[in-house]
């Protein structure tokens, strides 16, 4: 160590401030610089909460992580909060702060809109600077591979392409600020239940070309500071102690230049140093602090090397560089929060999904006067989404119904609902109206208020928790019986779902419209009733597929569920890379509502194909809004077929507005990686000899135009 110190310190000097250095030459020259001990310190860190009575970490602001910095060489302290709807405030640990609550990254999802994926980020990211932090964990983009999946909500939905790309502007937007972002949960963090024992076991060529694409794309287009890995483990090692994952796909075949953080309390020994892992975050809820002491005599031991401390220093200190962290002023800006509202009500407005409307029962006609709005604490505000990602909006929560439970839900188990309510917004809406309420605990006392209406509007709330799965895909306390007896009393019956994934819909037959509101953030009662009334041409798509029947989840009985949660199993992903819709596709199935699925007021058509080969496919149609309204459609390609072997694969998409009549053209060129197979022998991206056969529709499940060409066969870098 003292060696280490003196040949360090004088050696280096004070060259690594050069800010015309690369992050990655500051990084070297900063790391040499080191003490081994400042070295190790900035490779472990606590959760930045008061825990078990302890005062919160000295230095720490309170939030998710906090790493100490180096005082002597100017090393700031690592600030990490969670997240990607909005800066957290873990148990009031910043007594009172209050930040803009987006809604669910689901939902942004469904807005099908990069632009506002980078818009939120920077959003965020700006609220965080303004709060003293300088990591955002955020950057969820695990795939869906299950319905019930718990965190659903704070993922991307169930593409490689939509997801990467989604998650990819967020992170390019938070780190526009001067922040860094990771990306999450690395990888096949596929469901909450058992998830800290949890072994995805799945095939290689499949991972690549399904959840880790949706990483490789992200971290492509965003270049995250860090990547946090996964609880689960991952073909039977953990996912931050896994060889193959962070040494060999992520360092080594990406040539990934940031840290790997583990998510909180995902180590399980000091060797996951050699696996590729750089930090141990929340220390307090691993078994033991192995980054510490103990790392410190892994390398007096010889097992771990000198060399690979100071690989994970410098990733670290590169992406800080990388950042901007050592060269930001102390200045915390002012935010604009009316403008961050108006964020947050953008995301909620595009995101909101018309599911039905098989009689043009919404918007609602003017003639409508009296309207009861049943259930759903619609009277107070819009659901979110529990867990680490639980923000407390702008004016605090409108609500908060306690859940209790056991575990993680003992420390989220609230409802929290934002003050955003669409009882109150609907009421502003149609002064001319009669908007009566009723929370929907009597079914017949419901009834009874839509037997006197013209229209009646449910909300019906699905609940979900990080720590916790659905247990199936029913709507809970027996909302279902509530929408039936509703729509049986009055037909003109609009069902708006605040949920945090799909549900089956037992009553879609007897309803007149469907919206799918997910976690609307705090301005989503606005933005619902804006929806409703018309204000709002709806344009959200589903980035998810809605199953028919429970029978239609790859699988139907939840893994573990029931199992100690210490006890390990395996949740094999035998649909491989067929993912969502396209194991649908492969299996012949008709979902309740597809991938890509979502109605508007006016009506779109396509035409003008034409499809071009080469290295890649570009496809280029036109769009017309042939109805009466201003909207935004979401014209979708998909690869259909190779070689007259049929597949479906989302290869792009792109939102735009027209005007009625207006027509455009799209043109869309594919990455050649959404073309290809990915060759686990060769360990390279394959590209097969054609004829490349692709369709445009509104959905997975509707080809309007087909064209085919042919694509260079070839391999590419893996
Ligand atoms: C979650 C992460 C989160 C971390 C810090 C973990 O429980 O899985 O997503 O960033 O906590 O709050």
Redesign the pocket.
């Known amino acids: 160590m003292g060696l280490a110190l003196m040949a360090g310190s004088a050696a280096a000097g004070e060259a690594w401030r050069d800010p015309s250095l690369s992050p990655d030459e500051r990084a070297r020259l900063l790391d040499a610089a080191l003490t081994l001990e400042e070295r190790i310190g900035l490779l472990h860190g606590p959760?930045a909460l008061s825990l078990d009575g302890k005062p919160l970490p000295a230095g720490a602001l309170g939030g998710?992580?906090f790493i100490p910095g180096v005082p002597r060489l100017g090393i700031p302290a690592l600030q990490?909060t969670?997240?990607s709807l909005g800066v957290?405030n873990?148990a009031n640990v910043r007594p009172g702060d209050t930040a803009t609550a987006l809604p669910a990254s689901l939902a942004l999802a469904a807005s099908f809109n990069p632009r506002l994926a980078y818009e939120g980020g920077a959003m965020i990211a700006r609220e965080a600077v303004s709060k003293g932090f300088n990591v955002l964990?955020a950057g969820?983009a695990n795939l869906a591979r299950d319905p019930r999946n718990g965190?659903n909500f704070?993922y991307l939905g169930e593409d490689p392409w939509l997801a990467g790309i989604m998650a990819g502007e967020s992170i390019r937007g938070i780190q526009s600020q001067g922040m860094i972002s990771?990306v999450?949960?690395f990888s096949l963090?596929g469901q909450e239940t058992g998830r800290f024992v949890a072994n995805a076991v799945i095939d290689e060529a499949a991972h690549r070309e399904s959840d880790l694409l949706a990483f490789q794309i992200a971290i492509e287009r965003g270049r995250p500071g860090a990547v946090?890995c996964a609880?689960n483990q991952v073909n039977g090692a953990y996912a931050c102690g896994n060889e193959h994952l962070l040494n060999g796909v992520l360092k080594g075949d990406w040539g990934y230049p940031g840290w790997v953080m583990s998510?909180?309390?995902a180590v399980k020994a000091t060797d996951f140093a050699l696996k590729g892992l750089d930090q141990q975050?929340?220390e307090q809820l691993d078994g033991q602090v192995w980054f510490g002491p103990a790392l410190k005599q892994a390398v007096a031991a010889g097992t771990v090397p000198e060399d690979r401390l100071s690989d994970m220093a410098r990733r670290i200190l590169r992406s800080m560089f990388a950042a901007g962290l050592f060269d930001a002023g102390p200045a915390r800006p002012p935010v604009d929060l009316a403008a961050h509202g108006a964020i947050a009500r953008q995301v909620a407005d595009e995101g909101i999904v018309l599911l039905a409307n098989p009689k043009g029962l919404l918007p609602l006609a003017p003639a409508v006067k009296r309207i009861a709005v049943i259930g759903g604490h619609a009277d107070a505000g819009v659901l979110s989404g529990a867990?680490?990602?639980q923000v407390t909006g702008i004016g605090g929560d409108a609500r908060s119904v306690p859940v209790g439970g056991e575990g993680a839900l003992a420390f989220w188990g609230r409802m929290v609902f934002h003050a955003s309510s669409p009882l109150k917004a609907l009421r502003a809406r149609l002064p001319g109206a009669s908007v009566t309420f009723d929370d929907g605990r009597y079914p017949a006392a419901a009834a009874a208020l839509a037997r006197a209406s013209d229209v009646v509007i449910v909300f019906a709330n699905q609940w979900m928790a990080?720590?916790q799965d659905a247990y199936d895909l029913t709507l809970p306390e027996g909302q279902d019986a509530l929408i039936e007896a509703v729509a049986a009393a009055n037909s003109n019956c609009i069902v708006v779902l605040q949920t945090g994934g799909p549900v089956l819909m037992p009553w879609l037959g007897r309803v007149g419209a469907v919206l799918s509101a997910w976690y609307s953030g705090q301005q989503g009662g606005e933005a619902i009733a804006d929806v409703l009334t018309g204000a709002v041409n709806p344009s959200g798509r589903l980035p998810i597929t809605f199953p028919a029947g429970a029978d239609q989840v790859p699988r139907p009985q939840l893994p573990g569920w029931g199992l100690l949660p210490t006890q390990p199993f395996d949740v094999v992903y035998d649909e491989g890379a067929d993912v969502g819709y396209r194991r649908y596709a492969a299996k012949g199935l008709t979902p309740l509502f597809p991938f890509g699925h979502g109605l508007s007021y006016t009506t779109f058509s396509y035409g003008g194909l034409t499809v071009t080969g080469g290295e890649t496919l570009t496809v280029r149609f036109q769009v017309t809004n042939t109805g009466k309204r201003a909207g935004q459609d979401v014209p979708q390609v998909y690869l259909a077929g190779i070689g007259g072997q049929p597949l479906r694969r989302l290869i792009g998409f792109e939102k735009l507005a027209l005007d009625p009549g207006e027509r455009r053209t799209v043109t869309l060129r594919a990455d050649p990686r959404l073309l290809a197979r990915f060759d686990e022998a060769g360990r390279r991206w394959r590209i097969d000899g054609g004829p490349y056969r692709v369709v445009v529709g509104p959905s997975a499940a509707e080809a309007v135009l087909t064209g085919t060409a042919a694509v260079t066969p070839r391999t590419m870098a893996p």
Request: hydrophobic share 20%; charged share 25%; proline share 4%.
């Open positions: 959760m998710a992580g990490e969670d997240a957290t873990p964990l969820g965190r704070e990771t999450k949960h963090n946090m609880y998510d909180w309390g975050s929340g867990g680490s990602s990080e720590g």
